[in-house]
């Protein structure tokens, strides 16, 4: 059954013709419908801070780059959120930060805690690379999932961009969060200066390598205030490459949930995150941080929903969702995966 699911078989498909893209979009929709069904879950994000100790290249809140506000919110705020989350049918936090390592790691732990007996939700972290340890200690306190993108496959190009971690240091950590039977999300950015069409069909079938629970992959959209700030995506010139690279992570990967990710919707204004729901994609994702810190938390420019509040972003998102012809999902939504 593997031998269908090689590096050929992905070239093939991402090299598709713009005249059968709607074939190739319509096989992807039809495996999403199959294994995943009609329902999108909703996943709720607080950006809960943005200070960070790494200078990954692309990064708009890199830890050189002094034009951000550096913020973290109080524990009480992001439980108020939770709590107005639980009320509003969204099933999952997702907590997102900059990487700090060590200082906070008790006080995440505390509030994943709190966060677990006073709501019903549950809950993604996605704070970066941290020791064993630490993932066991925030399982131990409840955190149901854990999100950490490994960027690219490629070695090099991987250490180019990342000044503070090593490839094998991140894939380490996702497969000590397999270990612990923590549900585990990771994947790429798409269009990375320097990557090739061989290097995106390399990360499709490290994912389905990786046996993961979450796949998340997005643009490359590069930040004025970045070192990549000048360059260009990749597929600047062929972004119909953004959706199958989505289609085909679908095809190779039938019983993921995957993600129609915030960039797609900074590329297309108002249509992307649709339109990957439609080529693949099962989950959406609507931004509940509090619109005076969304300002300080844009990783690339053109990040939508900046001057909405968190219940605009959840009405639209539902208004998205039912207008596609698909359903709200229903409870956790939990890995389809055994564990
Ligand atoms: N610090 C955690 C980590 O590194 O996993 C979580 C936050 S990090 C800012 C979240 C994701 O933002 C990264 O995994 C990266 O893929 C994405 N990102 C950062 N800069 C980006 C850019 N310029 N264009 C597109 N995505 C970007």
Sequence with gaps: MDNLYTKDYALTLLNTKKGALNELYAKADRIRKQYMGDEVFIRGIVEFSNICSNNCLYCGIRASNSNVK???????????????????????????????????DEEIGELIKRIKRETSLAVTL???????????YWKECGMDRYFLRFETSNRELFSRLHPDSSFDERIECLMNLKSLGVQTGSGFMIGLPGETIETLAENILLCRALDLDMIGIGPFIPHPDTPLGNEKNAYEDDKDMFFKAVAVLR???????????????????????????????NIFMPNNT????REEYLLYPGKPGVDETPEESLDSAIKRILSINRTVGTGPGHSIKKH
């Excluded at 913020?71 to 997102?96: G, W």
């Excluded at 996605?126 to 066991?136: A, D, L």
């Excluded at 509090?290 to 810190?293: A, E, L, M, N, S």
């Design 290 to 293: 509090p619109k005076k810190y």
């Design 251 to 281: 095809i190779f990967n039938p019983d993921c949930h995957i993600p129609a990710t915030t960039a797609f919707d900074a590329v297309f204004p108002g249509n992307g995150r649709n339109l990957v729901l439609q080529r693949g994609a």
């Design 126 to 136: 996605s704070v970066g690379n941290r020791p064993y340890e630490t993932y066991k």
């Design 70 to 104: 550096r913020y973290k919110m109080k524990m009480d705020e992001i439980l108020s959120i939770a709590k107005k989350m639980e009320k509003s049918h969204q099933t999952t936090i997702v907590l997102q930060s900059g990487e700090i390592k060590g200082t906070y």
